[in-house]
């Protein structure tokens, strides 16, 4: 079982609909959570950092966690064709590096 | 410079070449990490610099990888005697602070390896 899980997609979602992105993780003691956008050979980039449970909310993006269940989610609101990408949720634990799931890929259609 | 600078941006290597990627981080930043992707994969993390020191090598995934960072700015990762799994895109970060710090953790570009 891999440390950070996330479900593959591709997610297709209507322009203007909420895009719903889960992951979950293995590790308890993991303390930081990050949403990264990743677009087709590009690097990584951060849109989200949630570090307590409840939500944080950045524009049209809102971060829910939930360290009992080890699940974190990403919501998009009012979801663009800009926003097609690949969303990698990580992890940090005790040690220093990020623990990245594999990727869900989302596809927002006109 | 303005953000992490990694080169070659594409290398092909034939099998059982060496090759040595390079990155240049963030300037002042302390920590420094390398990341393999594989297509259609997350990053797995190989290793992790604070200053020159690596703190974490973890997750090189044999006695190929090698990297270095000697005067705790620019890193090299090396691989030697490349075989066709090493084929991916690796990916250099950087982050402000060290050990048990926060902070955004800032991409390169990666590098795209290819073995044939």
């Known amino acids: 079982q891999k440390e950070v899980e996330q479900n593959s997609g591709p997610l297709s979602v209507p322009e203007g609909a909420i895009a719903s992105l889960n992951c979950t993780y293995s590790?308890?003691?993991?303390?930081?959570f990050f949403w990264y956008r990743q677009y087709s050979g590009k690097s990584p980039e951060l849109i989200m950092s949630?570090?307590?449970?409840g939500d944080k909310e950045d524009g049209r993006f809102t971060a829910q966690l939930n360290k009992a269940s080890q699940y974190v989610s990403l919501l998009i609101r009012d979801s663009q064709p800009s926003d097609s990408a690949t969303y990698l949720c990580?992890?940090?634990?005790?040690?220093?590096?990020?623990?990245f799931g594999g990727g869900t890929r989302l596809m927002v259609k006109p | 410079g303005a953000g992490v600078s990694q080169s070659p941006r594409y290398k092909v290597a034939k099998r059982g070449q060496d090759v040595a990627l390079r990155c240049d981080p963030i300037?002042?930043?302390?920590?420094l990490f390398w990341y393999q992707q594989a297509l259609g994969q997350g990053p797995e993390f190989l290793t992790y610099?604070?200053?020159?020191?690596?703190?974490?090598k973890s997750g090189l995934p044999s006695d190929r990888f090698f990297a270095e960072r000697p005067e705790g700015s620019v890193s090299t990762l090396k691989i030697q005697r490349t075989q066709q799994e090493d084929s991916a895109v690796y990916l250099c970060?950087?982050?402000?602070?060290?050990?048990?710090?926060?902070?955004?953790?800032?991409f390169g570009e990666g590098s795209r390896l290819t073995v044939l």
């Open positions: 300037s002042g930043h302390v920590s």
């Open positions: 590790d308890r003691v993991s303390q930081s």
């Open positions: 949630i570090y307590s449970n």
């Open positions: 990580a992890v940090r634990g005790a040690g220093n590096m990020l623990t």
């Open positions: 610099f604070q200053n020159e020191a690596q703190l974490d």
């Open positions: 970060a950087s982050r402000s602070r060290g050990q048990g710090g926060t902070g955004e953790l800032f």
